[in-house]
């Protein structure tokens, strides 16, 4: 069931510029893909181009677009499909993050969760996963939620509210897709050291309070690198795993939510209690 290697299989990949995207075009380089890359920032795919051609590796196309822009993405599709038929794998990186309690958030935030990590990957979804149904040669559609689309961490109701709303469509499409040979994978990383841990929004808090830049300091010495992240999603893709971890605190983690019900609510009230103090104290 669904594609188990990388070599040879074209592959998609957003968010390419930066981050666990970067890392996952280049790790699928490696592992012998042929690569259609998108990000918003155009320097930054550039470079990661760059790298993969510098390092013998194939790349079929790439374009920098806002994966928000449906018409953007649908005419990119539409060039990839006309020059280079149906794509094998499809994965779905590119994301934003904003935290804040539900009295802070903007109507701006909400909707900016929704669009980027939400509406974004159901247009690549829309517009390249059909076209690897009729082809009818199987493939793979990769999906990276995040922990916080499995668990109720403090301040993240609009991230999650996306977050989860992706793992939903990843886990109807598992079935949805499996009689056309596409697996689906869900991958839901902790934290992670990409560029996002810097320039996050952090909504009605000071960040640059010393508690804040404590706690920051504390996430990102915790955080795991990005290329272990795409050693995950291509080990996940090959093993054909549908929910991908990418740190065992993670996996963890939700073993222990599903398992013990009481002690989880209970945890998670007071680490939303510990971060309102924490707020009340620092806010902006």
Known sequence: MGRRTFRGAKTLVTGAASGIGRATALAAAAAGAEL???????????????EIRAGGGTVLAARALDITDYDAVT????????????????????GTSAWGT???LEHRHWRKMVEVNLMGPIH????FVPPMMRAGRGGALVNVSSAAGILAFPWHAAYSAAKYGL????????????RH????????????NTPLVHTFELVGVDKDNPRV???????????????????????????????VYTSFDIRFAYWWARKFAFPYNYVMRRASDRFSRLQASVGS
Not at 75 to 92: G, K, Q, Y
Not at 181 to 192: E, F, K, N, R, T
């Open 36 to 50: 259609v890359l998108t990000d918003i920032n155009g320097e930054g795919l550039d470079a990661t181009v760059a």
């Open 102 to 104: 539900v009295e802070h």
């Open 75 to 94: 005419a990119f599709a539409n060039e990839v499909h006309e020059a280079h038929d149906s794509l094998d794998i499809v994965m779905n990186v590119a």
């Open 181 to 192: 040979g596409i697996s689906v994978h869900l991958v839901v990383p902790g934290a992670v």
């Open 213 to 243: 830049r404590r706690l920051v300091a504390a996430f990102t010495d915790h955080a795991v690198p990005p290329e272990r992240v795409a050693r995950s999603i291509l080990r996940g893709v090959e093993r054909n795993r549908y929910l």
């Open 124 to 127: 690549v979804i829309e517009n």
């Open 167 to 178: 793992r939903g469509v990843s886990e109807v499409l598992r079935f949805d897709l499996a």
